[in-house]
């Protein structure tokens, strides 16, 4: 055999695997079975049948190609048929192998990235146990090699997120390609065989693509079926393509997201519910004003428990909460008491010998060093002041300036590269890095430049907006490692478009899609249905750490909040599949954030014990955890820091109409809204082209629902989709004019 040719950026290949050895001699010797041709593009699709596989072989004439596992067929395909395909089908194919009926079916969407979609079925004449199945994806030189391809892989699955490989095929310049396994397709596989898809699309080039899922050998086979005659879906694979394998950190990032734009309207999203957070709000205010477990006295103040009657004050979990009560109270237009008693305690946090927020009062036990901070917490209570001060509130102005200085002084002391813990008083660093890449909280640039550019606004000393800028430019060249915290991370894509709508230049625009990409990489864009993950929605929820087990809700709301900034700074020039995600997250985190709450959830579905303290299904405060896997949720614990999710919620989404008997439900956000008449309403939703949007109006009062005239600009009506006497639903554009009329 010939020495392995060279890749990029890595020396030659190590080695390659059998299944390499054999797709390269069936290439070179012509003895795959052509079974059909298709056209997407300018690519070609070739389906061949091999000796363990159909293959679908994608070429750009001269430019190399990937081969696509389409079916596991050991012993070879026999009795191939392409019946008439079915609505959306451009091919049907249909054999037998050793282990029983395959079914293939083959979609085509010729955009300007072109998508090729396959899902494969199988029924076992026998129930099948699963010991091993091969990757699905290799890539091709000009010769049909999978050897001498030169690519690179920018980003594969992380954990239970997206099973996302995004690659380039640089030799021949072939272009690059996002590969998106649809792990909601395959529930019925992972339930039957007892497995979960963890890490399991990624590989090591030019072998990539997914490797299914097995139960662990232990020194015996798996002993958990495929039952015999029923048929599953065992691979559901699209392929996004993109003519070129070049650009620069910002373009790879945009690339990404406009890739996966097209994947995502290609597959089926699951619904969402209408979901009453203006009561969620109200059993939340009222629990944590009563509940003894929710707050405790120091200092004759009165603070919030991080969690459920435990763990100290703490500033970050004070100023949050009282953050979003104070949106809560503007959106209701009635005084909050609650409010005023939380935030004549926050003062007490601040060390006028440092000049900043301590995370903790100074009474705080010995158990803990009140010393140590994690990065991110310096600067998210400023966040929240930075929100108050811009609200008019005086007093969280000036605790917003007086610590401002400290904030800057660590930024300059880490040079924009912040540690995961150091100690507030010298800097010295307790945890560097949270890898062995020497990575530390990656993202915090991006909520550190979020807070100059408040204090910027608040004073208009363009110090603060140089700060920003410098922020944002020390994170260049992170790419798919930029994400930290998911929170942290969006709010730097918000920082970066506000910077981009003050100064007009472009790359902070381009600089966004940088920090998206991060995020959008460790979202799960699927829904669970393993173990106890039935009774509740996962579906786009992003796993609170880059790489933690669990999706939070406190990270998820900030996140919320910081794309509702980040799309009411965006205009024409945002990259329209960005805006589409971006609404398609917010959307679905008004659907899947209900499950946090114990209530929710049945009994067996909460973990009997819990790091932190216990949970009490009877409070309205979330579980901090809900696991892709299935676990039970509640294992870290019960929340109260966020209780805060409700009233953002509410506030957001749910809109007064005044001296009407109801109010108006908007899953996405109005960008502007006006009142022709007293029984009219006209606004405007920023969502994705070709998305929709649920429309709900509530009765808030004794009075009868009157009737409703909901229409399009054209005037085409729309009917409700639901309607009973205390609510009617209507699924309208996400992009574009919606008129609501009422009366009888």
């Known amino acids: 055999m010939e020495p392995l040719p060279a890749r990029s950026g890595s020396g030659?290949?190590?080695?390659?695997?059998?299944?390499?050895?054999?797709?390269?001699?069936?290439?070179?010797?012509?003895?795959?079975?052509?079974?059909?041709?298709?056209?997407?593009?300018?690519?070609?699709?070739?389906?061949?049948?091999?000796?363990?596989?159909?293959?679908?072989?994608?070429?750009?004439?001269?430019?190399?190609?990937?081969?696509?596992?389409?079916?596991?067929?050991?012993?070879?395909?026999?009795?191939?048929?392409?019946?008439?395909?079915?609505?959306?089908?451009?091919?049907?194919?249909?054999?037998?192998?050793?282990?029983?009926?395959?079914?293939?079916?083959?979609?085509?969407?010729?955009?300007?990235?072109?998508?090729?979609?396959?899902?494969?079925?199988?029924?076992?004449?026998?129930?099948?146990?699963?010991?091993?199945?091969?990757?699905?994806?290799?890539?091709?030189?000009?010769?049909?090699?999978?050897?001498?391809?030169?690519?690179?892989?920018?980003?594969?699955q992380r954990g239970m997120n997206g099973g996302v490989d995004y690659f380039r095929l640089c030799k021949p310049a072939f272009g690059s390609v996002l590969y998106f396994q649809n792990f909601t397709s395959l529930n019925p596989y992972f339930i039957a065989t007892g497995t979960t898809p963890d890490g399991a699309v990624g590989g090591e080039w030019p072998e990539i693509g997914f490797l299914p899922p097995t139960a662990p050998q232990k020194g015996r086979p798996p002993l958990d079926p495929l039952p015999a005659g029923e048929e599953v879906v065992v691979l559901d694979t699209l392929l996004a393509f993109h003519q070129d394998p070049d650009g620069d950190e910002a373009e790879m990032a945009r690339r990404y997201l406009s890739l996966l734009g097209s994947i995502y309207r290609q597959i089926e999203p699951p619904r969402t519910d209408y979901r009453d957070w203006v009561g969620r709000a109200e059993a939340s205010l009222k629990d944590l004003d009563r509940?003894?477990?929710?707050?405790?006295?120091?200092?004759?103040?009165?603070?919030?428990?991080?969690y459920t009657a435990t763990e100290y004050p703490d500033s970050m979990v004070q100023i949050s909460v009282l953050a979003a009560i104070r949106d809560y109270e503007a959106w209701k237009q009635e005084e909050i008491p609650l409010l005023a008693e939380l935030k004549r305690g926050v003062r007490k946090?601040?060390?006028?010998?440092?000049g900043t927020l301590r995370r903790y009062l100074p009474n705080v036990g010995k158990d803990k060093d009140k010393d140590a901070v994690d990065s991110w917490y310096l600067y998210h209570p400023l966040l929240n002041l930075g929100r108050l001060a811009a609200d008019g509130d005086h007093r969280a102005k000036r605790l917003f300036l007086d610590s401002i200085e400290f904030g800057i002084e660590a930024a300059h002391h880490f040079k924009y590269h912040?540690?995961?813990?150091?100690?507030?008083?010298?800097?010295?660093?307790?945890?560097?890095?949270?890898?062995?890449e020497g990575l530390g909280q990656t993202d915090v640039g991006g909520i550190y430049a979020y807070v100059m550019l408040q204090a910027f606004e608040l004073t208009d000393d363009k110090r603060f907006l140089d700060e920003a800028r410098a922020a944002i430019k020390a994170a260049e060249g992170m790419r798919f490692n930029l994400?930290?915290?998911?929170?942290?991370?969006?709010?730097?894509?918000?920082?970066?478009?506000?910077?981009?709508?003050?100064?007009?230049?472009?790359?902070?625009?381009?600089?966004?899609?940088?920090?998206?990409?991060?995020?959008?990489?460790?979202?799960?864009?699927?829904?669970?249905?393993?173990?106890?993950?039935?009774?509740?929605?996962?579906?786009?929820?992003?796993?609170?750490?880059?790489?933690?087990p669990y999706m939070a809700l406190y990270e998820c709301f900030d996140s919320f909040s910081a794309f509702e900034r980040f799309l009411k700074d965006s205009g024409p020039d945002l990259d329209p599949a960005v805006r589409m995600l971006v609404s398609e997250y917010c959307r679905y985190t008004l659907d899947r954030a209900w499950f946090y709450y114990p209530a929710s959830l049945p009994p067996e579905a909460i973990a009997e014990k819990s790091r932190n303290s216990y949970v009490d299904r009877k409070l309205s405060f979330p579980v901090e955890d809900l696991y892709v896997d299935g676990q039970p949720a509640g294992q870290v614990g019960q929340e109260i820091y966020g209780a805060g999710a409700a009233f953002v919620f509410a506030s957001r989404t749910f809109h007064t109409v005044s001296g009407a008997p109801f109010r108006m439900f908007c899953d996405h956000f109005l960008l502007a809204s006006e009142r022709p008449s007293e029984s009219a309403l006209a606004?405007?939703?920023?969502?994705?082209?070709?998305?929709?949007?649920?429309?709900?109006?509530?009765?808030?009062?004794?009075?009868?629902?009157?009737?409703?005239?909901?229409?399009?600009?054209?005037e085409e009506a729309i009917e409700p989709c639901f309607r009973d006497e205390d609510?009617?639903?209507?699924?309208?554009?996400?992009?574009?004019r919606v008129t609501l009329r009422w009366g009888t």
């Open 291 to 306: 509940a003894n477990e929710a707050t405790i006295r120091h200092y004759g103040f009165r603070y919030i428990h991080p």
């Open 12 to 156: 030659r290949l190590p080695g390659v695997s059998p299944n390499l050895l054999l797709l390269r001699e069936e290439l070179r010797s012509s003895t795959m079975k052509k079974v059909a041709e298709l056209g997407l593009g300018d690519l070609g699709v070739e389906i061949r049948a091999g000796r363990d596989a159909l293959w679908a072989i994608v070429r750009r004439p001269g430019k190399g190609g990937l081969a696509l596992r389409a079916a596991y067929a050991l012993g070879g395909c026999s009795n191939i048929r392409t019946p008439k395909p079915h609505e959306g089908e451009a091919l049907r194919v249909e054999f037998t192998s050793t282990v029983g009926r395959h079914l293939v079916s083959f979609r085509l969407q010729e955009d300007a990235l072109p998508v090729l979609r396959v899902i494969s079925r199988v029924t076992p004449s026998v129930p099948l146990l699963v010991p091993f199945l091969p990757r699905d994806l290799f890539a091709l030189d000009a010769n049909d090699d999978p050897a001498g391809a030169v690519g690179v892989v920018e980003a594969a």
């Open 683 to 714: 606004f405007q939703l920023g969502g994705g082209d070709g998305r929709t949007a649920r429309l709900s109006l509530v009765r808030t009062g004794r009075a009868k629902l009157p009737e409703f005239h909901v229409a399009t600009p054209s």
């Open 349 to 354: 946090f601040y060390d006028a010998k440092l």
């Open 483 to 548: 994400n930290y915290q998911a929170n942290l991370t969006a709010w730097g894509a918000s920082a970066c478009l506000r910077l981009w709508r003050i100064t007009g230049e472009k790359t902070y625009l381009r600089q966004s899609y940088v920090y998206l990409a991060s995020f959008f990489h460790n979202v799960v864009v699927w829904e669970s249905e393993i173990g106890l993950a039935k009774h509740y929605r996962t579906f786009l929820g992003a796993t609170a750490l880059h790489d933690a």
């Open 418 to 436: 912040w540690p995961i813990q150091y100690n507030v008083t010298d800097f010295s660093v307790i945890t560097a890095s949270r890898d062995e």
């Open 727 to 736: 609510r009617v639903d209507y699924i309208v554009p996400a992009n574009g």
